[in-house]
């Protein structure tokens, strides 16, 4: 079993995901495109190594899955536009320092448009909803610097929608009177501190239930009674960063969790210790590994899951804490 970071392995896991395009988990995993190559290149920031894909060929990418029609991106060539989707394609552009490519007026039309009378927002023209997809509107208009456009009665309709996700035990739900879910507080606890609404959240209380996730073996749970999973660390992580508890977890029993769940040969992380790798669990383990201050990483920004330097030169950073990176 692994005890450190094996930073070579992943690099050369990430490379290879886009490598065989004949596989058959290349065309059935293409409605998730997109977002695996922000999950991908975001890794390898966080490693470092954000020049092991070719930045051309992502752009170009990026820019074959324009939908002309609805006005933003798809997860693949010829999809339709998903909001999901479309914020990947913005992160990609950003840390690709070509948001210049974007037509950042349709983009924010389009958002904009998914908005409901509630205050929440749908994922795409279908309207399924979801607090998800609310962090993701408020996350993808920040990061086009068109925050303002949400303006005071959207903006207030959503804070309020948000407000009845929030549960007795201090955590949210996916929607209202949903059960508390970390990876629903995490975006309802990102989405109010891109609002500058954190006064919303209940922070003791949500600390504590988010601390009681970390279970004997180190890793973090989602909601109580179930299993350990290496991407609740980011979501448990970024949260508790948000609202600066993070010593309110054993960091090192969480770090070892982490590295246990890695395929030391083929590279890559899994959700837990021998399950199959992903470039999902991949992201999420070495972002909570950078939120917890694990040596050689680049800091994190909790808020937007992007490079933290990144986000503070586009002055969009946010409060939150990390803890010492080591030596
Ligand atoms: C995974 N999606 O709906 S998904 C995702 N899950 O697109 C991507 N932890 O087959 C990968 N579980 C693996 N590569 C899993 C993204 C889910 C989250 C499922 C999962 C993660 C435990 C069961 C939802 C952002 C975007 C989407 C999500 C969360 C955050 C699956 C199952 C679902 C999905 C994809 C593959 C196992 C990878
Ligand atoms: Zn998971």
């Not at 695996?36 to 290149?41: F, I, R, T």
């Not at 970390?182 to 239930?209: G, H, K, S, Y």
């Not at 979501?235 to 070892?256: G, N, P, R």
């Amino acid at each position: 079993m692994a005890s450190t970071l094996i930073v070579p392995a992943h690099i050369k896991y990430i490379q290879n995901l886009g490598a065989n395009k004949d596989d058959l988990a290349y065309h059935t995993t293409a409605h998730l495109r997109m977002n695996a190559v922000y999950w991908g290149l975001t890794a390898l920031c966080i490693m470092g190594a954000k020049d092991a894909l070719d930045k051309g060929e992502m752009i170009e990418y990026v820019m074959s899955c324009w939908d002309d029609e609805a006005g933003a991106f798809g997860a693949h060539p010829g999809h339709d536009a998903h909001i999901l989707s479309t914020l990947s394609a913005i992160q990609i552009l950003v840390m690709q320092d070509a948001l210049d490519r974007a037509d950042v007026d349709r983009l924010v039309q389009f958002i904009l448009s998914l908005q409901q009378p509630s205050g929440v927002f749908a994922g795409d023209s279908f309207g399924e909803i979801d607090t998800r997809f609310s962090y993701i509107a408020v996350n993808a208009l920040s990061l086009l610097g068109q925050l303002d456009k949400l303006d005071a009665d959207r903006k207030e309709r959503l804070v309020e929608y948000i407000r009845r996700c929030k549960n007795f035990d201090g955590g949210f739900g996916g929607v209202i009177d949903a059960e508390s879910h970390a990876a629903q507080v995490f975006v309802c606890t990102a989405a109010l501190a891109i609002l500058d609404r954190l006064d919303v959240v209940d922070e003791p209380m949500l600390a504590w239930w988010l601390a009681e996730r970390q279970l004997p073996n180190g890793g973090l749970n989602g909601r109580p009674e179930k299993l350990e999973d290496v991407c609740y660390s980011f979501w448990v992580l970024s949260a508790l960063s948000i609202v600066e508890k993070l010593e309110w977890i054993d960091a090192d029993q969480l770090t070892s969790f982490i590295l246990s769940a890695q395929d030391p040969d083929a590279g890559g992380i899994a959700d837990r210790p021998g399950d199959m790798a992903d470039v999902f669990h991949t992201l999420f383990g070495v972002a909570g590994l950078s939120l917890l201050g694990y040596p050689g990483l680049i800091d994190l920004d909790p808020v937007y899951c992007m490079p933290a330097e990144l986000i503070e030169k586009m002055g969009l950073r946010k409060r939150w804490s990390a803890l010492p990176r080591k030596a």
